[in-house]
């Protein structure tokens, strides 16, 4: 009689992570041999995702429901307060159009094609309708540099889940999910002109509503030069006048003289005119002018020193 041949442990155990413990036994015994699996005591597992924020549902934005079972899953209850509202199959389930805004027992029951069951019970809030928003810059406002696209009002049962703006053709959306609920667009990324500004606002039940303003990008000096003063660096021993050109194909708000620094006169009205007394102001002392366009853009004049 032969004697048996024995693999040693190590040997077989690499053997066995090269060809599977199924094959290695097949190999060595002559009985091929499977893993066993353990018996499925357990329902299906039930995942939930929600449209914008956890626990709140609209019957237009309604959560996305998966189950999934070893022994394959027979079917899925939807529960509303404690009543049955609907059956769906593997994915669902389909809210009934007519499910009541409100507080609501949401009750996710799933059973097994073993015949086990499980369930996922969660307080929510239903809100199926759009928000009602006020929303900055307004419609035809003429805007410089980075500029507020912002909600400023809201009316809705759930709140604000999420704002996203952009300038049209401009950078991509940007997004915030939190208050202020306020996006800085910076203009200076588009050219001088007519633009949109488009917002998508949500609610925490995913329901939405999207707008457009149109604005009016300026992000150009205003022209200024003083066209009467004395000149630079003169000797001054009464008052005297200076007067500015300013200019802006969006309009100037105003012209200021600023005397050391400081503003002393400001004019709105085209003209530009001021009248300065040195005595006021000691020996010696600067003048300078600023011209503001009505989107905000700030020109100044070149500084001229005075002395009496």
């Given at each position: 009689m032969e004697r048996p041949v024995w693999i040693r442990s190590a040997a077989m155990n690499k053997i066995r992570a090269v060809l599977g413990a199924g094959l290695a036994a097949t190999m060595f015994t002559g009985v091929f041999a499977s893993p066993a699996r353990a018996a499925d005591t357990t329902g299906p597992t039930i995942s939930v995702y929600y449209e914008e924020a956890e626990n709140y549902v609209s019957v237009w934005h309604q959560p996305s429901v998966y189950l999934s079972d070893p022994d394959g899953v027979s079917y899925g209850e939807l529960l509303l307060n404690g009543e049955l509202v609907t059956k769906f199959a593997d994915f669902g389930p389909l809210w009934p159009l007519d499910t009541p805004n409100g507080p609501a027992t949401m009750t996710i029951r799933a059973y097994d094609r073993a015949g086990h069951t499980s369930e996922y019970t969660r307080n929510i809030v239903v809100d199926s309708d759009q928000p009602v928003v006020g929303l900055a810059p307004a419609n035809g406002k003429l805007v410089r540099g980075v500029v507020s696209a912002a909600v400023t009002s809201v009316r809705d049962q759930t709140g604000l889940g999420k704002l996203e703006s952009a300038i049209v053709g401009g950078a991509p959306n940007v997004r915030t999910r939190k208050a202020p609920w306020s996006i800085p667009l910076d203009t200076r990324k588009v050219t001088d002109g007519k633009h949109g500004i488009f917002f998508a606002v949500s609610d925490k039940a995913g329901n939405a509503v999207y707008a457009e303003r149109t604005v009016y990008v300026d992000n150009t000096l205003p022209s200024l030069s003083i066209t009467k003063a004395p000149k630079n660096k003169a000797k001054v021993s009464g008052k005297f006048g200076v007067v500015a050109k300013a200019g802006d194909k969006n309009g100037v708000a105003k012209v200021q003289l600023l005397i050391n620094g400081k503003v002393v006169g400001t004019d709105t009205k085209a003209g530009w005119a001021f009248t300065v007394n040195p005595k006021k102001y000691g020996k010696k002392f600067t003048?300078?002018?600023?011209?503001?366009?009505?989107?905000?853009?700030?020109?100044?004049?070149?500084?001229?020193?005075?002395r009496h």
């Open positions: 003048l300078r002018l600023r011209a503001y366009d009505k989107a905000g853009n700030v020109r100044y004049s070149t500084v001229r020193t005075y």
